[in-house]
Structure formats: structure tokens, C-alpha cells
């Protein structure tokens, strides 16, 4: 549980906290310091945090929150416009900073009240060597146009991923990076490159219409933070084609499906020409997942490395997905890898347990079979 750091306000947030605070900032200081990645604030809930994936309460004996907690928890925070977009709509999404941090926010209007969801935002930004990342991953980041996709579940850290690639392509390049992210993460200064960093809902209306505006600001790199629906997708796609380097997530969890789900969302019509577009744009896919490591010290990146070769661009072409994982376990040298030789790899080091390696392999069969040698 907390190690009792001192809140904002200059008083101590015990382990045995007794009282509801007197303000959201309180809560996020307390987790900021205790390395929680989210913040609960829950009708009928005790107040709850997110540290190693896991979810548990931040003190054992506080009180379950009320309605008229939340209400003016989340009312002493929210400017006038939020205030308007949670009335009006029921929810409001947005970047909170404060003093000491900022944290990436949704509250919502539900049943019995209003609940708030804070993700708290390492505003520290770190480089590829601090994250582990691969050298051959740095190749990604010297092409000058192309389409390089981060994909992996909520929370397994697409951002801090691709922060690392733009920060290597601003330190080593001499270029004109735009950013579209909702909200922004990591503060990006201009190194080498001309950075321009613009968020979704405060500077312009959704991604698509963003990235249609950035195409007429001479960029040479883009990082699209989400790449959800059909138009910014084909529009990421036309933009890899026509010179420019883009940066992308997708919420999938391996190089196959994330190929699928690009293609999928294009009217049937559409798919063979857009199969020869994306194996001619294609970079790379990088997919991950964070994994509770035994000792207990945070969680390890697992990652599967997809890089583009005529075998795979072969494939892409004729939409025969299936067969990537095979090109990728004998494309090693080239720097790929399967995520299944990821969770092995930490699972015979010791790092993650057989459990947590069985759980999240995609071939659990040939997992278990490993396990008994």
C-alpha cells in the first residue's frame, strides 16, 4: 500500500487514511509517488489504483466513496468547458495538469453518479536505450517515408514506445515532426527536428481532420496517436505513400491482426488495392504487452518485431496474414521476432513466471511443450 508521501497541500496521506480528501490532486500525488500507472475515483468504491497491472485499493481502511464525494471531487477540478461537455454529454475526456504532473482523464456520468479515471502520465520523456528497445528498431526511425505501426491493449505502453521513436528521429534528424495525439502525453522540444504537437478536442476536431491539415504543413515525419476508424487510416496510408514517415497505434495484439484489422475496416471493393498500398508503405509493426515480472519490480516489455520484406509485402499482397508469424520466426536476423519467443526468452531468464508466459502466448500448446523441456 502507499508509503505515506506528503500530498500538495503539505499534509501526510497516512497508509490508515480515515477521510475522504479535499481534492483529486491529493489522490494523484499519492500515486504519482508510489508509481501507480491509473487513479479510480468510484461511486461505492474505495479510492483504487493500478500498479503493476494490478488493481487494489490505496488504502485498505478509507471509506467508499459517495456520490456527493465524487460529484465534488470532480466538480472542484473541472474547468467550465469540461464542466459543459460532461453535462451536455455525459463524459469528458481530457489532459489534466496540475503543479506536479499530468494525467490523461475521463470522467463520466453513469447510474449513481460520477465516476473518474485518471492515467497518470510519466512525464519523463525516455530514450530507446532507457526502454530496452532493440537497435534494429532504430532502422524504422531512418526511413523517409513508409508507415510504422506501435500496437498492444490499453495501458501497455504504445505511447511511451512511440515518444522513444520520435525522440530518436528529433535527436538524429533535421525535419518537420507533427504530432496528433488526444490528449498529448510527453512534451516534446524541438531537438534536430521543428516539433509541432497537436491535441485532439483542444486544437482541432478528430484525428482524421487533423491529419488532413497536417498533409498541407510540409511535414516529413507524423505520429498518429490513435488510428481508430476507416478515414484516418486510409489517410495515414495515402500519407506513407506520398513521402511522408508515419507513426501509428492500433489497439491489436500481434503483427497478423494488425494487418487484418488495417485492411478490415476498407469496403470489400477497396481491400485489394489497399493490400498493395500497405505492402508497398509498410515499415514495420511493433506489438507489445508490459508483463508482472516475479521479483515483483515493476513489469517487463515483451515485444513482436515485424519489419517489411518481399516475403512479407508477398504476403500483405495476396492477403495471406496467416502465414507472417512463419516469415518472422526465419526472418530473425533481420530483427524480428514472435511474441511467443519473447515470453519464452523472459520466461527461461526468470524474469516472468510460467503462468504469466502460458496466459499471454498465442501458441499454447508449444508454450507448454517448452515448459517440459
Excluded at 44 to 55: C, F, H, K, V, Y
Excluded at 214 to 234: K, S
Excluded at 350 to 366: C, D, M, W
Aim: hydrophobic share 40%; with cysteine.
Amino acid at each position: 500500500m502507499s508509503d505515506s508521501p506528503t500530498s500538495p497541500s503539505g499534509t501526510t496521506a497516512q497508509t490508515d487514511v480515515v477521510q475522504t480528501l479535499e481534492h483529486v490532486d491529493h489522490y494523484l500525488y499519492v500515486g504519482q509517488q508510489s508509481c501507480a500507472s491509473d487513479i479510480h475515483l468510484c461511486v461505492n468504491s474505495q479510492p483504487i489504483w493500478r500498479r503493476n497491472g494490478e488493481l487494489e485499493p490505496i488504502w485498505l481502511k478509507a471509506p467508499l466513496l459517495t456520490a456527493a464525494d465524487t460529484e465534488r471531487l470532480a466538480f472542484g477540478f473541472l474547468n467550465d468547458l469540461q464542466k459543459k461537455h460532461l453535462m451536455e454529454r455525459g463524459d469528458a475526456d481530457f489532459a489534466y495538469a496540475n503543479k506536479f504532473g499530468r494525467f490523461r482523464t475521463s470522467v463520466v456520468r453513469h447510474r449513481l453518479g460520477y465516476d473518474m479515471t485518471f492515467r497518470i502520465i510519466n512525464t519523463e520523456l525516455r530514450s530507446m536505450e532507457d526502454l530496452g528497445l532493440p537497435e534494429s528498431l532504430k532502422l524504422l526511425t531512418q526511413y523517409h517515408n513508409g508507415l510504422v505501426l506501435v500496437t498492444g491493449s490499453v495501458g501497455c505502453g504504445k505511447s511511451t514506445t512511440l515518444a522513444a521513436l520520435v525522440d530518436e528521429i528529433n535527436t538524429h534528424r533535421r525535419d518537420h515532426i507533427i504530432t496528433l495525439e488526444d490528449p498529448i502525453e510527453y512534451v516534446l522540444p524541438s531537438k534536430g527536428c521543428q516539433v509541432t504537437q497537436r491535441e485532439v478536442h483542444t486544437h482541432t476536431k478528430s484525428f482524421a481532420a487533423a491529419l488532413r491539415g497536417a498533409l498541407r504543413e510540409d511535414p516529413d515525419v507524423i505520429m498518429v496517436g490513435e488510428m481508430r476508424d476507416l478515414e484516418t487510416i486510409q489517410l495515414a496510408i495515402t500519407a506513407a505513400e506520398t513521402g511522408h514517415l508515419v507513426l501509428g497505434t492500433l489497439h491489436t495484439s500481434n503483427a497478423a491482426r494488425t494487418l487484418d484489422r488495417v485492411l478490415d475496416v476498407f469496403p470489400t471493393d477497396q481491400r485489394e488495392q489497399i493490400r498493395v498500398m500497405v505492402s508497398e508503405s509498410l515499415r514495420g509493426v511493433v506489438s507489445q504487452q508490459l508483463i508482472p515480472r516475479m521479483d515483483g519490480k515493476g513489469r517487463a516489455l515483451a515485444l513482436e518485431i515485424l519489419v517489411n520484406t518481399p516475403a512479407v509485402a508477398s504476403t500483405i499482397r495476396e492477403g495471406k496474414t496467416f502465414m507472417l508469424p512463419g516469415i518472422m520466426q526465419t526472418g530473425r536476423k533481420l530483427g524480428m521476432q514472435l511474441m511467443d519467443d519473447a515470453l519464452m526468452a523472459y520466461y527461461d531468464k526468470g524474469v516472468i513466471s510460467q503462468e504469466e508466459a502460458y496466459a499471454r502466448a498465442e501458441q499454447k500448446q508449444l508454450m507448454r511443450q517448452h515448459f517440459s523441456h
